[in-house]
T-cell receptor, first 117, second 114 residues
Framework: AQTVTQSQPEMSVQEAETVTLSCTYD???????LFWYKQPPSRQMILVIR????KQQNATENRFSVNFQKAAKSFSLKISDSQLGDTAMYFC??????????????WGLGTSLAVNP | NAGVTQTPKFRILKIGQSMTLQCTQD?????MYWYRQDPGMGLKLIYY???????DKGEVPNGYNVSRSTTEDFPLRLELAAPSQTSVYFC?????????????FGSGTRLTVV
C-alpha cells in the first residue's frame, strides 16, 4: 500500500526567505501523480503544484517549485520569497493514475508553516 | 462556475441527532469524495463515488451514509450523531479527464456534536 510521510510537523520562515518542506512516499508503481495542497486558516484546500512521475522536469508555479527525486521517492516543496499569505498547513498527496484506483489521494499528515514578518 | 458547494458551513448537533451535509458540483465530475479532518490531523476518506448510482466506503465510513442519485449531488448523512464525529468535513471532486488535475474541494463544514 502507498504511504506518504511528511517528517516536519511545524516549520517557520522569515518573510522574503526561502523554505523547503519535505515529503517522501512509498510505492511500487512506476507512474503516478504527486500534489502539494495548501490549507490556510480559512480551511479552503488549494492545489499548489502537481507533478507526473514520468516527467523528470521539476514542476514550477511562480514562487513554488518542487524537487522531485523519483529514485529516492522524495517530493519536496520549495517556497521562494515567502509571503505572510503563505502561512498555512501544507499537505503532500499521492495518486495512482489509473481510474481503477478510483483516483483516491493518499495524504500526508501535513506541515504547518508560519511565515514571520 | 461555482465549483464544489458545501452547505452548511457550520452546524452544532446534539448527541443522537441526525443531519445531512450537502455537496453539489457543477463541473460534470464523475468522481466525488467525502473527507473528515480532525484538529491538527490530515484528511480521512469517509465515502466516495465514481458516478451516479455508485458509492463505496473509504477508511472511516462507520456512522455515515451517502447516496449519489445525480452526477451533481453527493450528500453525506450522519445518523445518531456522536461526539467522535466532531470534525471538519470536506467534499471534493475529481476532474473527468484524469487524476493529474487533482481534486477540487468545497469550503468545508465545521460540525460540533455536543
Amino acid at each position: 500500500a502507498q504511504t506518504v510521510t511528511q517528517s516536519q510537523p511545524e516549520m517557520s520562515v522569515q518573510e522574503a526567505e526561502t523554505v523547503t518542506l519535505s515529503c517522501t512516499y512509498d510505492t511500487s508503481e512506476s507512474n503516478y501523480y504527486l500534489f502539494w495542497y495548501k490549507q490556510p486558516p480559512s480551511r479552503q484546500m488549494i492545489l499548489v503544484i502537481r507533478q507526473e512521475a514520468y516527467k523528470q522536469q521539476n514542476a514550477t508555479e511562480n514562487r513554488f517549485s518542487v524537487n522531485f527525486q523519483k529514485a529516492a521517492k522524495s517530493f519536496s516543496l520549495k517556497i521562494s520569497d515567502s509571503q505572510l499569505g503563505d502561512t498555512a498547513m501544507y499537505f503532500c498527496a499521492f495518486m495512482k493514475p489509473n481510474a481503477g484506483n478510483n483516483r483516491k489521494l493518499i495524504w500526508g499528515l501535513g506541515t504547518s508553516l508560519a511565515v514571520n514578518p | 462556475n461555482a465549483g464544489v458547494t458545501q452547505t452548511p458551513k457550520f452546524r452544532i448537533l446534539k448527541i443522537g441527532q441526525s443531519m445531512t451535509l450537502q455537496c453539489t458540483q457543477d463541473m460534470n465530475h464523475n468522481y466525488m469524495y467525502w473527507y473528515r479532518q480532525d484538529p491538527g490531523m490530515g484528511l480521512k476518506l469517509i465515502y466516495y463515488s465514481v458516478g451516479a448510482g455508485i458509492t463505496d466506503k473509504g477508511e472511516v465510513p462507520n456512522g455515515y451514509n451517502v447516496s449519489r442519485s445525480t452526477t451533481e449531488d453527493f450528500p453525506l448523512r450522519l445518523e445518531l450523531a456522536a461526539p467522535s464525529q466532531t470534525s471538519v468535513y470536506f467534499c471534493a471532486s475529481s476532474h473527468p479527464t484524469g487524476g493529474f488535475y487533482g481534486y477540487t474541494f468545497g469550503s468545508g463544514t465545521r460540525l460540533t456534536v455536543v
